[in-house]
């Protein structure tokens, strides 16, 4: 807020919002240390020179402590209050605006420049003499109308001749003193600072360089009552501490105190305007300046408020900078834009100088542990490595993960070992490895439990839980491993047209059995060809029978194998199909490890498939179904969405090529070979559908199991329409419903 007390030149130049670098940092840094200090103020009143530096340099430190435990909270607050919030609201206004970004930046070019111009701002001395040119000229007006007061009272009563003589000789100096107010603006000679205002009207130069003067006054006295407000708002919206009954009193005077000088300002400003507007010639080229509001809400909210007023004749065309409103908010998108950005590095690299510093810190205390001689501060060295290990868990953000301090952990252990020179395991207890099957839910569905695998072992213990982040962050493929990556950024060409051999599957739907009503239980499906069972329980039972609910994640993921199942019976060459799970590119988003996603995705044995089906959820406010099917001999992505949208699929065929890359790599590493020769080049993306099939909001989930049902017959897409679909539910809930109950 400090920023906007100075004019609009020393802002285009030292405003933080403006600076190249500075992100979104306030520079009140110092200020937020110092109102630390102010509960010492009392205590320190009667101490000591030497006590006092003592108590700042313990409070200090004190303070430093508290602020490096939080760091890991105020990166994750800066990154969704500054980085995400602002960052998405200037994005949407650039989208709005419907102005290039390379545009904009030569519009903000040019307006510096031009507002920079040495011929932009009158010099300081001139400046000084309007200042005084103005404060005469506000004197003789206010003179001249109490003036006028006096001779309409005295007019009323009855005027002696004296009386009448002696205000005739007041107007009359009155006169002389207006007279000599011009020539002193005439002595200013603004012709010769100013060449290119030669030619003018004299009186519409002076009236502009006036109107100018005042408007600098204005803005200097609305910013102070702004400060005012916006103390009196804060402190009413919470976010700072209530004023007090006498604070509150004193700002509201204060406020009371600016408001007739700024409103008077306000008017004679106006009146400025609108004597330039009946003075002005069109040909001059010097864009008229416009009125402000008198209300102080307004004022606030009026950009024009902390523009000067242009003197200088523009040739050709007037400016968009200037003229275009839609280019003047780009302009201050792109630089909100620019600042989340650099701001997103400045965090980035705070993240990174914390994950240093752990290490470093890590490894002194490892290498003093294992240090002969160290015995006496065993207990106080445990307890700052049992802090470490406590304190990195609020540290862990999305730009440092657990698995980036796991990795520094593990290097402190080795480093310290090394140059202490110890060879030997240190005497440990052990803790037990487990596979952890890493599932993540969407939005729609809780987070479940963490499934283990069948491997024997004993249950997990307290103290191992405490480490399960370890456990798993140190895993191959994490985010500080070496992976072999196939390319660098796989990509698929999206091509907004239906494939022209596409096939519709036009079978008929099968008689599905009668359902007898009665109590709904849990079915568990047999693992058969290969794919693991499937557990439905009454409530996904549930939202098959109901026309009108959303299927989730169990629905779709398991009906999709027991249409696999009832396919492959049917013909052996439905076995080249791979039926990917929901939870699949989820995983890819949130850059889960390669062993996660092999053990979740190796019984489908992908890599002797040539086609992938593969689910997809988007999530919004209920969540959407769609589609895609990988054929990968002919590097082709058949793209399915009952509401045929194509702006989604932009990022979400990005998504799926980084899980074809993913695949490949884990694959290899595995020993296993694809049967099908992939390489990333000339990959298209097209759709099945480029109308909208579906008109209400919950049948998305069964239009996918239909045309998951379509391609295992052999087809592209299905042939069904909007009215077969409930019966296509119908029959999705026969197939579960067959699966005996035990």
Known sequence: MHAYGHEWACQLIYNPRMIVGLGLSDGEGTERLWSRFVRLIGIQRSSSRQRRLWLIDRHAGAIGLEMRADLGDWIRRRLRRGVEDQGTAARKLLEECEVAVSDLRKEWAMQKESQLSIRAHAPAHLKKELDTVLALQA??????????TTRDTIAKGEMSEDTRDAIESLERVHERLMHKVKVLYASLNVQDRFPELDGLNLEFVRTLLLAR?????????????????????????????????????????????????????????????????????????????TPLPTKLTDLCNDQSLMEDIWITPSTGKVPRWLDDQDVRDGICAMLKRDRCVEEQQRLGLEADNLCRWFGDELSALELALLTPGYEKFLVPLRQQQEHLQYIHT????????AARFASRATGAVYLACKLSGVSEERPLQWINTYAVSYVVPTEDEEPGPEIFSDTNHTALQPEDAALVDILTAGVPGGEDDDIDIIVNDPGANLCWRIPEDITFDRTPLPEAGIIIPGTVKERVSAPRFGCPCQVFEPKDIALLASRTALLNNSCINGCAVLLYL??????????????????????IRYNAPDDV????????????????ILPIHRPSDVGHWVLCVVHLRSKELHLFDSFAERKPWKSDTKDIMKLIARLLSITRQHDYVFNVNIDFDGWLACPLVTDALQTNGFNCGVWVLAVIAATLHGYHCTAL??????????????????????
Request: overall charge positive; some cysteine.
């Open 597 to 612: 996603l092999w053990r979740n995705m190796s019984w489908t044995s992908y890599w002797t498939k040539e086609v992938w």
């Open 394 to 401: 609020r540290w862990t953000t999305s730009l440092a993960s």
């Open 139 to 148: 004197d003789l007006d206010a003179s001249d109308k109490a003036l006028q």
């Open 566 to 587: 009832e396919a492959v019976q049917l013909s052996p060459m439905v076995e080249q199909y791979a039926i990917l799970s929901t939870h699949d590119l989820p995983r």
């Open 721 to 742: 329409g909007e009215g077969d679909m409930h019966m296509f539910r119908y029959y999705l809930r026969t197939l579960v419903l067959q699966i005996p109950v035990f």
């Open 213 to 289: 003067d005042l408007k600098m006054n204005i803005r200097k006295r609305a910013i102070g009552s702004f400060f005012e407000w916006d103390k009196l708002d804060h402190a009413v919206g919470g976010s700072q501490q209530a004023l007090g009954t006498k604070l509150h009193q004193q700002t509201r005077k204060a406020i009371a105190k600016r408001q007739p000088a700024l409103m008077a300002a306000l008017r004679k400003f106006n009146a400025y305007c609108e004597r330039l507007e009946a003075l002005y010639d069109p040909h001059c080229g010097i864009p008229l300046p």
